[in-house]
């Protein structure tokens, strides 16, 4: 299992969220530790980023720096 770590800035983000959505990244974070390079919503990033992965949270995208 992976271990997930959030920028202090996605920290104050998350906690400004409502509860729904909150629950809808904490489900995400769990498959994320699961298995962090598969998934329907999660893409390798091009360019500049590449290298690193996002996924996306029913119209909230985060960034992973694996």
Not at 18 to 45: A, T, V, W
Request: some cysteine.
């Amino acid at each position: 299992m992976y271990k997930v770590l959030l920028y202090k800035q996605a920290a104050k983000y998350y906690g400004r969220l409502d509860l729904k959505i909150q629950k809808r990244i904490n489900n995400s974070i769990n498959e994320i530790m699961k298995e962090p390079f598969n998934g329907i919503h999660i893409k390798k990033l091009k360019g500049r980023l590449g290298g690193k992965y996002r996924c996306d949270i029913g119209g909230l995208r985060n960034d992973l720096f694996c």
